[in-house]
């Protein structure tokens, strides 16, 4: 999409303070037209330091600070967290599960409030003790999962908020003796076909378009940034939320 418009994408890295104020030099400095901000946090600044910037901004995933709703200036995109997780809830209900455990992803972020809202939605009685957070890493996955079989042992289903959590608790389950699908079915989220689709089982997950919410992320940008021009009526810049479906393979 930048591409097509003449565009140069330019990758900015943050992991601590240093960084962030690094970030907010380099837009205030006029050395882009707008910014695509990704894998925020509830608490993230960055929007912040784009907005004082004055720098048209587009946001991956729905934001989550607390006076959003009124900031309606603010455009993302994101996909239907909270619909893909009931569909794999269902699934997993549908091939006859009932002791359905939770991996959620870190809670100070949307995606991750989403898909555990999405699991509640279907299993609004769930024991609080078949939900434990990871970090959206394999080794997250694999500690979430841990101490799922700990406190509850007799669990036979878990939806695992990323593939790439998935991937750790299928490690876990492996070595601890399970059977998957057998004894525990496992699902995820996000359809990376790097990791689904490698795993041992292959990875029943829900799918969100990765590749082309980048490209509605994209286009909204350059939108803000150069505006048509014109006596035609311009329809104003709007959110978007992208649908997610569902792939089985041989996990659940």
Do not use: K
């Not at 299993?123 to 999962?145: H, S, V, Y």
């Not at 004894?183 to 990791?195: C, K, L, P, Y």
């Amino acid at each position: 999409e930048l591409t097509a418009r003449d565009n140069q994408l330019v990758l900015l890295l943050t992991e601590g303070a240093a960084d962030y104020e690094r970030v907010g030099r380099y837009l205030a400095g006029g050395h882009v037209d707008g910014a695509l901000i990704f894998s925020l946090h509830t608490d993230d600044s960055l929007p912040v330091l784009a907005r004082r910037a004055g720098v048209p901004t587009v946001i991956g995933g729905r934001p989550g600070w607390t006076d959003f709703d009124s900031d309606h200036g603010t455009l993302y995109v994101d996909c239907d967290n909270r619909g893909g997780a009931r569909d794999a809830v269902r699934h997993l209900l549908r091939i006859g599960r009932r002791r359905i455990a939770h991996i959620a992803g870190p809670l100070d972020q949307t995606a991750s409030v989403d898909r555990l809202d999405g699991f509640r939605d279907v299993l609004p009685e769930t024991d609080p003790r078949m939900i434990a957070e990871g970090d959206f890493t394999p080794e997250g996955g694999a500690r979430a999962m841990a101490e799922l079989l700990q406190r509850c042992p007799d669990l036979d289903a878990v939806f695992a908020a990323s593939d790439v959590m998935a991937s750790g608790a299928l490690r876990v389950l492996r070595t601890s003796g399970h059977r998957v699908p057998d004894d525990i079915a496992v699902v995820g989220f996000d359809d990376m076909v790097s990791v689904a689709e490698w795993t041992d089982p292959p990875l029943t997950t829900v799918r969100q378009d990765i590749e082309e919410m980048g490209r509605l992320m994209a286009r909204l940008l350059l939108r803000a940034v150069a505006p048509p021009t014109g006596p035609q009526s311009v329809p104003a810049l709007s959110s978007i939320v992208t649908p997610t479906h569902l792939v089985v393979r041989a996990s659940a």
